[in-house]
């Protein structure tokens, strides 16, 4: 069975100094990750974690400590992850610290870790990093083991890209995540803001990350687990015991770690407020709230428990009566059976997180259910769960009067609503536990690693291995224009072909075997007058495949509808906007696009400018037929309908006869829908080339455009 390194910020087990022997570790990543099934996900797990303790033995442990000094750990994990990227990712500026030896001492650790990693991996293991802890990591092992497959999971949100470019270390966290084979968030807005944050931030340094290479994972729990744990002795004794105390009182349930992020302060403020609003549920309805103890060596954590506290006091002494306390507060761990009780006899679970990941509490509270008598979940918006869990009463914790009314509403929800809710919300735990999380996330990435580029050209004598299947075959060559047969030039009106490539062009216009079609952004005209002018009898598709042209018919096909335009008369007024602030750009209407280029433009501020852009067309356009790329030192709007890849497919399905051997090349993004294409569809053998280095769908490529001449060559003398 194949490995996978997982690494984590702790190990599953802790070494526990004063019993001497190794207890489970607590937090909810580590809780989902120790539930994984090694037999369905297909995967032996060892996991690589830092440790500040000396291990007397590492028997029965299930994985690796990494030792790292206390005071580099401390400033690490304390001092950057819990001070800097934990407030800042979960919108919580206000607490963030910045401390110019935590991030010296983060770099450390994921150097030191990375180093382990690169030690402890054979080839063909898979390396799965969680967490904002290893932000680094991933940079780190490609710079020394390109080889191996390398996911990384985010477990917290990933904040909008304006408030993650406050984060100064923003270029370096994100050009490491990048260099990732697949990155998984819990939810779309997540994975958006981290699109969004790519593209302003690092823009012409990263022009191109595509979709293939990130994903949606909403994570799970080990549901036969919980559901197992509700039917143990234990759990049926504290039960109940809780019962004989509960009597005919209603219960609300809160369990949060302490932390600002979770609306303790928010749900407390709501429960006064539905105790004025419902006077007559005083001593009929408590809230049982545990908090469990977090970062208490943080001084806004303290601050925080002292408010919670206060707040408890406060309600408890307005609203309790003698041997009625309106909040039953408990500031400790409890142990699983305990919880496991509590979240079936609850009649509500109250989750009030202002901002949060996933929040694995609410998953856990719908598997421990009785269907026959559940109770109700109020789950806030502002969790990842609420995409997942769906007959939850969603809530906006912040909105203080509409939640208690939401409370009230669950309290006096009908029976049958409830069984129908939770029963639904269970059988979709049942069949999406943690381990089919895993197994589709590691399935993707194994998918996507299998299909990445597979060689660089080692010289231009022997350029690639499946040269030799192309003898005697009918050949179909696909070929971009700017940036692949001609190099790109400021001004693109004045482009030309080289000498060696118009040579290299008549010589495939004598091969009978090779069918050679251009493919294109540019228009008709242009294309025309290059090619069927000088007596090069190629097909041509013109505006990103809006237009086919066929050496014998001699006339332009129109192959788009001739609505797909209706976008571009507001989105030429943004370029000419654009091009007045940015010296030296300029606009160009291809028909079915629109490009702006600013390779002529002062660099730093055209690629601020042009970051800035981007950002702001991928919006103006989300519910228009049309998308933002961006290439190199340009970038375009087209109609969804002009597509490379759609051409592709018309060309392919209106041959009489299928070709033996498909080639395709190309240098830019419009490319990626042909080779995705090709890849995905194609019946007969394919092989897709891009021209530069940058992150791509094809699975071959050139180091630049002046290699492409050898290339057609090559492709010439062994066909």
Not at 154 to 166: A, D, G, K, T, Y
Not at 417 to 435: A, P, V, W
Not at 508 to 520: L, R, W
């Amino acid at each position: 069975m194949p490995r996978c390194l997982l690494v984590t910020n702790r190990l599953p087990l802790t070494f526990d100094e004063n019993s001497n022997e190794f207890i489970p570790s607590a937090g909810g990543l580590i809780s989902s990750l120790k539930g994984l099934n090694s037999k369905q996900v297909g995967f032996d797990f060892e996991w690589i974690a830092p440790t500040t303790q000396i291990y007397p033995y590492e028997s029965g442990l299930p994985g690796h400590p990494v030792l790292i000094p206390k005071d580099i750990y401390q400033s690490y994990y304390n001092g950057f992850c819990n001070k800097v990227l934990w407030p800042l990712f979960h919108y919580e500026r206000s607490t963030i610290a910045q401390d110019i030896s935590g991030w010296e001492n983060y770099k450390k650790v994921n150097s030191i870790i990375a180093d382990e990693i690169i030690k402890k991996a054979n080839f063909d293991d898979t390396v799965w990093i969680h967490d904002f802890h290893f932000f680094l990591i991933p940079e780190l092992l490609k710079q020394k083991r390109p080889d191996l497959k390398v996911g990384f999971f985010l477990h917290i949100p990933f904040p909008s890209s304006e408030i993650f470019r406050e984060l100064p270390q923003r270029k370096e966290i994100l050009n490491s995540l990048i260099q990732c084979d697949l990155i998984g968030f819990h939810d779309l807005s997540y994975l958006n803001h981290f699109k969004r944050s790519v593209s302003r931030i690092l823009g012409e340094e990263c022009p191109v990350v595509y979709k293939r290479n990130w994903g949606v994972y909403p994570i799970s729990i080990d549901t036969d687990h919980f559901i197992e744990l509700a039917e143990r002795d234990l759990t049926r004794q504290y039960l109940c015991s809780f019962q004989k105390t509960k009597k005919e009182m209603k219960w609300i349930l809160g369990v949060d770690r302490l932390d600002h992020i979770k609306g303790l302060l928010q749900k407390l403020y709501t429960f006064e407020s539905f105790l004025r609003k419902y006077p007559e549920q005083i001593g009929n309805v408590q809230l049982i709230q545990i908090v469990v103890p977090s970062r208490s060596d943080i001084f806004e954590y303290q601050t925080l428990k002292q408010e919670v506290e206060q707040l408890v006091s406060r309600i408890n002494g307005e609203f309790g009566t003698p041997g009625k306390m309106p909040v039953h507060y408990i500031f400790n761990h409890i142990c699983s059976a305990e919880l496991s009780a509590l979240y079936q006899i609850s009649e509500v679970m109250h989750i009030a997180s202002s901002r949060d990941g996933m929040n694995l509490v609410g998953l856990e509270y719908v598997a421990s259910q009785n269907c026959n008598h559940p109770g109700t979940l109020l789950l806030s918006e502002f969790t990842g769960a609420h995409s997942t869990l769906s007959y939850a009463i969603s809530i906006n914790p912040w909105n203080i009067d509409e939640t208690a009314e939401k409370i009230h509403d669950a309290l006096s929800r009908p029976i049958e609503i409830r069984q129908h809710e939770m029963q639904e919300m269970k059988s979709f735990l049942m069949n999406y536990t943690s381990s089919h999380w895993a197994k589709l996330f590691l399935d993707d990435l194994n998918e996507f690693t299998s299909n990445k580029r597979l060689s660089q050209v080692p010289n231009e004598e022997n350029f690639f291995p499946w040269m030799s299947e192309l003898k005697n075959k009918k050949i179909l060559l696909f070929c971009d224009f700017d940036g692949t047969l001609a190099p790109l030039h400021p001004t693109p009106a004045k482009v030309s072909l080289l000498e060696e490539t118009k040579k290299v062009l008549s010589d495939i216009t004598m091969n009978k075997k090779i069918d050679f079609v251009v493919v294109s952004g540019r228009d008709q005209n242009f294309l025309q007058d290059l090619f069927t002018k000088n007596n090069y009898h190629f097909s041509l598709a013109a505006c990103h495949g809006a237009y086919s042209y066929l050496p014998d018919s001699q006339e332009w096909e129109h192959l788009i509808p001739h609505d797909s335009t209706n976008w571009k008369e507001n989105i030429i007024e943004v370029f000419k906007l654009y091009t007045t602030r940015t010296p030296g750009s300029f606009y160009e209407d291809k028909g079915y696009a629109i490009a702006w280029h600013f390779r002529n433009s002062p660099e730093e501020f055209a690629d601020f400018v042009a970051n800035k852009l981007f950002v702001e067309l991928e919006e103006a356009l989300s519910s228009i037929p049309a998308q933002v790329t961006r290439g190199k030192k340009i970038i375009e709007v087209k109609s969804l309908h002009a597509c490379k890849g759609h051409f592709v497919q018309h060309y392919l399905e209106r041959r009489e006869y299928l070709p033996e051997v498909v080639i395709a090349i190309g240098d830019d993004t419009s490319d990626e829908d042909m080779f995705e294409y090709l890849q995905n569809n194609a019946s007969v053998k394919t092989f897709c080339i891009k021209v530069g280095e940058e992150k791509t769908n094809a699975k071959y490529s050139l180091k630049d455009q002046s290699k492409v001449d050898s290339l057609l060559l090559n492709i010439l003398m062994n066909s």
